[in-house]
């Protein structure tokens, strides 16, 4: 959720316009924009941009004399049509704020005066930046609306520093894939997705076979080593809505969202011949080249069924998979085992 001010910065130049002259949107009032540091435009009744200050010249890379008169000023934040907070006051259409901000925010009660932000494409400026943005009318004597002041903040390094503060918090350090909490996380929202959306929800479970003895051939250095080329081999095998993460150790969790038993199978499989392809070999282990061990399954969810039931099945069948001679993929026992 953003961060709501009292008063937002849009609010404190509508009082400096309307404490320096009659609240009209033109002469003298304008000026003071201009020596503000705080990016500022102003857009009148009729969505024309009526004001555009220096700072917001060095915000958006585009000089005044280019947006002065037009009412597309949302061509200086975005590549494709997307409305300035500020042309959703005018055009009366503040309802649609949710769907186009990150987030957004009434910092006070009175209507119009709105806060949002989000990523912008700065066509002209040269790189994405995420602003925070502040818009507040300003009204005639008839308590018409004569133009809307709106106040940007550039928050991309907050921003970036919040999304690496979430990676951190959610990825594994060593192999870069998601980390347990975060696989926790997943699993319960997407059981919750499966059960509304009465679809299948499958789960595997990998584990690097005969780790130990690689880790006393190759020192845990070469191990870290080797799980990093495991990881990426088996995140090779993800769609978009899969979700990859270390489990803990040398073990692996797989979420496959919608995903059938035989569908699970298959990219189990793949999963297994892409790291038997890395020929990485585990000379504490006979000679044999590193493997893994995979189980499967699947599960319709049901309110009396539980995913740590269906954690403890892939896990059954990952044993299962171990007992008969690792390198391969094990699934429920009403299923054939594969491989
Ligand atoms: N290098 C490294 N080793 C790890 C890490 N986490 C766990 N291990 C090692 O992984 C090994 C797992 O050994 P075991 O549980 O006996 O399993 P295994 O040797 O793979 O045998 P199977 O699973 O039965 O094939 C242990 O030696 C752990 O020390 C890690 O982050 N880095």
Partial sequence: MMNSQKISNAQRVHHLIDGSRSGQPDGDA????ELLAIPAFVLDARGRAVAWNRACERLTGVPASDVLGTTDTWRCFHRTPHPTLADL??????????????????????????????????????????????VSPICNELGGLAAVVQTLRDMTEEKQAQIALEQLATRDALTGLANRRCFDDTLHAEWQRALRQQQPLSLLMVDVDNFKQYNDAYGHVGGDDCLRRVAGAVAKEMRANDLVARYGGEEFAVILPNQSLKGAAIVAERMRCRVEQLHLPNLGAAGQC??????????????????????????????????????????????????
């Fill in 30 to 33: 304008f000026r003071l924009l």
């Fill in 89 to 134: 006051v005018v055009q009366q259409r503040t309802h649609e704020a949710p769907a186009l901000y990150d987030a957004h925010a009434q910092p006070c009660e009175e209507p119009g005066h709105l806060s949002a932000e989000g990523w912008c494409d700065m066509p002209r400026g040269g790189r994405r930046r995420y602003l925070a943005v502040d």
């Fill in 290 to 339: 590193v493997t893994i061990s995979i189980g499967a399954a699947t599960a319709l969810p049901a309110p009396e069924y539980e995913p740590v039931q269906l954690l403890a099945e892939a896990d059954a069948a990952l044993y299962r998979a171990k007992h008969m001679g690792r390198n391969r993929i094990s699934l429920p026992l009403e299923m054939a085992s594969a491989h």
